[in-house]
């Protein structure tokens, strides 16, 4: 495995190396000691698979409040999507700033998102099926999200007319979630 920092604080591409022969591949997927001897394992506690079948589906960004944040571990097995974490860390160097990284069934890649960054992403392809780990079950009283085309993110996303969840048309702004919170505390 290759690890490599993102643009956010605390956010990694972890790019995997499977060994391929005419039968197929093996591949890590994880491994406790890389990821202690690069400071970012976590004791996983629940593991979700989305599956989405359709192009320009957008789910996100979602947030889980602390103490039930979630640092997420992402892999997609099927199709592609376009990742993409916002952080609401409060005292973070990266408040408030967003990055995204292409995850397909053939690049071979992670994203490892900590606490305190929201997370979404839009599918690229009509079927695509997405695996996350999560550091802290889902607490439906904690969660929230930023809407998808916040103006100020000035995201660039694959698609003006995303189909989304009816929770997900109506989060909040990132003015909103800082006026009303100021910031995530993790």
């Avoid at 929230?144 to 969840?165: A, C, M, Q, R």
């Avoid at 929770?167 to 009303?180: A, N, R, V, Y």
């Amino acid at each position: 495995m290759i690890i490599k920092q993102g643009r956010l604080d605390g956010v990694f591409e972890i790019i995997l190396e499977p060994r391929i022969d005419s039968r197929g591949f093996f591949m890590r997927t994880y491994d406790v000691e890389f990821f202690k001897k690069n400071g970012i394992h976590k004791k996983w506690v629940q593991e979700n698979h989305s599956r989405s079948e359709r192009k320009h589906i957008i789910r996100g960004f979602h947030f889980q409040f602390p103490p039930f944040a979630e640092a997420k571990l992402v892999r997609t097995i099927k199709g592609s999507v376009l990742d993409v974490f916002l952080d609401l860390r409060k005292y973070s160097s990266t408040f408030g700033e967003w990055d995204s990284l292409e995850l397909t069934e053939n690049n071979n890649k992670l994203v490892f998102i900590p606490q305190g960054v929201a997370h979404a992403f839009c599918t690229l392809t009509d079927i695509s099926e997405v695996l996350y780990k999560v550091d802290s079950c889902y607490a439906p009283e904690a969660e929230d999200g930023i809407v998808w085309n916040d103006e100020s993110l000035k995201i660039k996303w694959p698609t003006s007319k995303p189909i989304l969840s009816e929770k997900d048309i109506s989060l909040m702004t990132l003015e909103t979630f800082i006026k009303e919170y100021q910031g995530l505390e993790v």
